[in-house]
């Protein structure tokens, strides 16, 4: 299989879109050229008040992308949840298709590390970001009781 055409997912935990990843508009493109890709057509509800997309929208997508590669990294069924992200933002964007890709770096026992990019349509990057994020035994957490 050509690596630069998209991958299958490792199991289905990508077509299973999120209700907020669909409320954004957030389109997964699989794994590309070893990262994992997501895909966002900016409309007029990603904007800020300066009329350029949002920062949230940006680290929402990089948040997405980077777990998304530390979960391709798991055994099926394993999970993970974000611990911290640091993020810069390069420059500015206010319309077309911008796309975020993630690569895992490093995974231990109970944490993993992953960094990523968002890039416009001319592959001029926009945000980067590195983030860690704890790993779970399953995909989805019952809420327990906190001390």
Not at 49 to 74: C, K, M, P, Q
Not at 94 to 105: E, S, V, Y
Request: aromatic share 6%; proline share 3%.
């Amino acid at each position: 299989m050509n690596e630069n055409q998209p991958q299958p997912a490792a199991d289905d935990r990508e077509a299973d879109e999120s209700e907020f990843s669909q409320a954004l508009g957030i389109e997964s493109l699989g794994v590309i050229d070893g990262a994992t890709t997501l895909a966002l057509d900016l409309e007029q509800k990603h904007m800020s008040r300066a009329s350029r997309a949002h920062g949230g929208v940006l680290f929402t997508l990089l948040d997405s992308a980077l777990g998304r590669a530390i979960l391709e990294n798991l055994p099926e069924g394993r999970g993970c949840a974000t611990v911290e992200i640091k993020i810069n933002y390069f420059r500015p964007v206010q319309r077309g298709r911008i796309l975020a890709r993630g690569w895992m770096r490093e995974l231990t026992k109970s944490l993993g590390y992953a960094e990523g990019e968002i890039v416009n349509e001319e592959g001029k990057v926009l945000a980067r970001a590195s983030g860690t994020f704890f790993l779970t035994s399953t995909l989805r957490q019952q809420d327990r009781e906190r001390i």
